[in-house]
């Protein structure tokens, strides 16, 4: 809103200019002006919709402010021209609304691009810098005061402009830090539930030619003895621990969440068959329940693993993690039905 603002009063005080001092350079420059201020707003709009529609990719956001900054500093040339270039025209009455002007546009420009410092820095500097040149070269002590004026206000603009980035930098690291934050297992560190969902819509979202992927859910064997026994500290460490490994054993594009508690899930990505996720469980089952050393002391405990497998884009985490649950269920059962070692496996699989 703010730049289609300045553009209307560019388009009312640039034609004001024209029409009343018939002034080739100042109608030259007026018409200059509205094509670059249209090329700007173009990309302005184009890039907003784009981004609200997510069909922004890094390289593509990248390109369009390497364009919009292009535009941004285009206009800001052409529109200190035309300010120098009416003020050194002889008509008294058209040097207060282009005054106005350009202290407005230098205000906007510091207002709204203040993330991006070398375009707010530079267009202000283009846009103030040749209107007082312009009324510094005038003989007279009112243009020389205005001229004072105007760099004062660029002095300021300038410093203001400093302050509002790093505070906005400020602002954006906070909210990148917090966002972070919501996406975490406060005490591993690991994806929490939350985050679990986005690395699956991601993966979904590749399409087909990713492949299938596979959800382990399990929990640790002798965790609350652990608790009990060693107190709750050490409990928390060993969870810690077991975090380290999992990521650890983790492959390429695997994602590793703790739910809460002793509960964890790894997304495999490579579950190309029931045999692959199969070993994989096995692997995590053995990774796990090699001995820690926990605050000097070394504790064992063992893993119970259950595991759901989709090649389809349609099934939903929430259905996947529930038929994982349900094998980790059965598992245990079976487990605890030959109290023999190793444990039982099963794996719920959907087409």
């Not at 929990?219 to 709750?232: A, E, M, R, S, T």
């Not at 390429?252 to 190309?272: C, N, T």
């Amino acid at each position: 809103m703010p730049a289609t603002i300045m553009s209307a009063l560019f388009l009312l005080v640039a034609t004001l200019v024209s029409l009343r001092s018939r002034d080739g350079a100042a109608s030259l420059l007026l018409g200059l002006g509205v094509a670059a201020s249209g090329w700007r707003l173009r990309l302005l709009y184009r890039g907003r919709a784009r981004c609200a529609a997510a069909a922004l990719s890094r390289a593509d956001a990248r390109e369009l402010e390497r364009r919009f900054g292009a535009s941004y500093l285009a206009f800001a040339v052409l529109f200190g021209c035309f300010a120098a270039r009416a003020l050194m025209l002889p008509i008294p009455s058209l040097h207060l609304p282009v005054a106005i002007l350009v202290v407005g546009y230098a205000a906007g420009a510091v207002a709204t691009t203040a993330l991006r410092p070398l375009i707010a820095g530079g267009s202000v500097l283009l846009g103030v810098l040749p209107p007082v040149l312009a009324l510094a070269f005038r003989a007279e002590p009112d243009h020389a005061v205005a001229a004072l004026c105007l760099i004062a206000l660029l002095t300021g603009g300038l410093r203001s402009l400093t302050k509002r980035h790093l505070a906005q930098e400020r602002q954006s690291a906070t909210s990148s830090a917090f966002a972070a934050l919501a996406r975490r297992d406060h005490l591993t560190g690991l994806m929490n539930r939350f985050a679990l969902a986005e690395a699956i819509a991601g993966f979904n979202r590749a399409g087909p030619s990713a492949g299938s992927y596979a959800l382990h859910y399990l929990d640790l064997d002798g965790f609350k003895q652990i608790n009990d026994q060693l107190g709750h500290a050490a409990g928390d460490a060993l969870l810690c621990a077991v975090g380290e490994r999992l990521t650890a054993s983790a492959q390429r594009g695997d994602a590793v969440a703790r739910l809460g508690g002793d509960e964890f899930v790894v997304m495999q990505v490579d579950a190309s068959s029931s045999t692959v996720v199969a070993e994989r469980a096995d692997d995590i089952v053995r990774w796990l329940s090699a001995p820690y050393r926990i605050n000097g002391k070394v504790v064992s405990v063992g893993a119970s693993i259950g595991s759901s497998r989709s090649s389809s884009r349609a099934c939903e985490m929430n259905s996947l993690l529930e038929e994982a649950d349900a094998a980790l269920r059965h598992n245990k059962l079976s487990r605890d039905q030959r109290r023999s070692w190793p444990y039982g496996y099963q794996l719920f699989a959907r087409a």
